[in-house]
């Protein structure tokens, strides 16, 4: 039991800093990740960002879910909890349409018409505050891969062990403090688990360093100077 999520986040960055890579970067997934991740990117020295994927619930059964997406997808699903409600072609294309929107809307609240943050060539830990079916996780560590880091790890505090299971498959490792076999669900592990407000996730809050040429990082604005940017893959 964690007594909230800032404590969760404190815990957990003794966690990851035994295991964090020599160029880490912290990305949460919003709005509940953020508090956790504070912690986590303090211990190791760095900025704070964002990656943002949103749930598919399931119609009528909002704290189920059937899939998960990042703003631009692809949309990722559980195909067993497809084939079993039938849902039609059209309207599943509306639930992911929604959820999309949704992501955008967080993004732009988050992080302005800012970049989204360098990643490539770095250690990557993206922070949540538990995982119950890791269908949000599975959307964002997938984004993530795409941008080819050096490596990927998923942290969080408490987690269905079935969960931590699959997605040990996703990224090179996941940290996890707690995996009870009676999980039931992410809030049952804290003693205090408020929602998360947009206010709340903008002022814990960091922006990464820019790469060269990115508006405001080394090079950018005709400087001609070189620049500090993330190391590239061979």
């Known amino acids: ?7 969760a986040g404190e815990r957990l960055a003794r966690a990851v800093a035994e295991r964090a890579g020599p160029r880490p970067r912290v990305l949460a997934l919003p709005r509940g990740g953020v508090p956790v ?7 190791l020295g760095v900025p704070l960002d964002i990656v943002v994927a949103r749930k598919i619930p399931a119609p009528g059964s909002p704290e189920t879910a059937i899939g998960a997406t990042t703003a631009e997808g692809p949309a990722l699903f559980d195909q067993r909890a497809l084939d079993l409600l039938g849902i039609p072609e059209g309207r599943l294309a509306e639930m992911v349409g929604a959820q999309q929107a949704e992501a955008r809307r967080r ?3 988050y992080r302005g018409e800012d970049p989204e943050p360098e990643v490539t060539g770095y250690d990557v830990v993206v922070v949540d505050d538990g995982l119950a079916t890791g269908m949000s996780a ?3 560590l997938t984004s993530v891969l ?3 880091p050096a490596s990927l ?13 699959a997605l040990s498959g996703v990224c090179d490792r996941v940290v996890c403090l707690e995996t009870p076999p009676d999980f039931g669900a992410v809030s049952l592990w804290y003693a205090r688990f408020p929602q998360v407000t947009d206010d709340e996730v903008r ?3 960091v922006r990464l360093p820019r790469g060269p040429g990115e508006p405001g990082g080394p090079g950018s604005h005709g400087s001609g100077g070189p620049g500090d940017g993330p190391p590239g893959r061979p």
């Open 138 to 140: 599975r959307a964002a």
């Open 203 to 205: 002022g814990l809050l």
């Open 146 to 148: 795409t941008r080819r």
């Open 1 to 7: 039991m964690f007594r909230d999520r800032r404590e």
């Open 37 to 43: 991740a504070r912690p986590v990117a303090d211990a």
């Open 153 to 165: 790890t998923l942290a969080v505090p408490v987690g269905a062990p079935e969960a931590v299971r």
């Open 107 to 109: 993004l732009l609240a």
